[in-house]
């Protein structure tokens, strides 16, 4: 059983800078991705960045230059650094981790509010 824990949301302004952070626990060798989803009030989930076991890393276009995944194998933690945020990042963040089985976990998720 594997158990996702994200922090680092807040209420930043636009142009400010957060990082959030997916810290994993439990049975975790059997991981194959990780990822960053949000969802914005009245809008779809969307994935916003993943990154693979293999360092393989995939954003949404529009997010592409502004924010980095990555991930410390050491501390079992995937990091989302955002910079250059915009009104429209405001949204719920969720870590989710994919394992070779297929089966997905998801984290309680995280805010973030970014103000004009």
Known sequence: QVHLVESGGGLVQAGESL????????????????????????????LVASITNGGRTNYADSVKGRFTISRDNAKNTVYLQMNSLKPEDTAGYSCNAVFSSGLEVWGQGTLVTVSS
Request: proline share 4%; charged share 20%.
């Open 19 to 46: 990082r959030l952070s997916c810290a994993a626990s439990g049975t975790i060798f059997s991981i194959n991705a990780m990822g960053w989803y949000r969802q914005a009030p009245g809008k779809q989930r969307e």
